[in-house]
């Protein structure tokens, strides 16, 4: 793969050991992590923190899209089965539930 096809901006390990902090320059004036290369092999990317953490809400916005399709598919679909109550909790459905005025929760 050669990166300056892709134009990713790229760094070597000898780059980040001179000067860790020019690289996270580079990628926040690039807006995109910075390849790290090691003897011409992908070593690593390096990121902002604030590249990082944009990264990780998409990804928990990507997973409660995928939670939210998976639920609308299922209410659709015509081969629903349902479950009462008592199959899904058993016997202590039926059991007066013991409420403990100071467990700290009231």
């Known amino acids: 793969m050669n990166a300056k096809i892709l134009n990713i901006p790229i760094s070597n ?3 980040v050991k001179r000067s860790p902090m020019d690289v996270f320059k580079k990628a926040d004036k690039e807006d995109k992590g910075v390849y790290i290369f090691n003897r011409n092999q992908v070593a690593g990317v390096m990121l902002t923190q604030k ?3 944009s990264f990780n809400e998409d990804i928990d916005n990507l997973y ?3 939670a939210e399709l998976t639920a609308e598919k299922r209410l659709l679909s015509k081969d629903v089965k349902f479950y009462s109550d008592e199959d899904v909790r058993g016997s202590i459905v039926n059991e007066t539930p013991i409420v403990d005025e100071s467990d700290g929760w009231e």
């Open 13 to 15: 390990i000898s780059d």
């Open 64 to 66: 409660d899209l995928i």
């Open 51 to 53: 590249q990082y953490e």
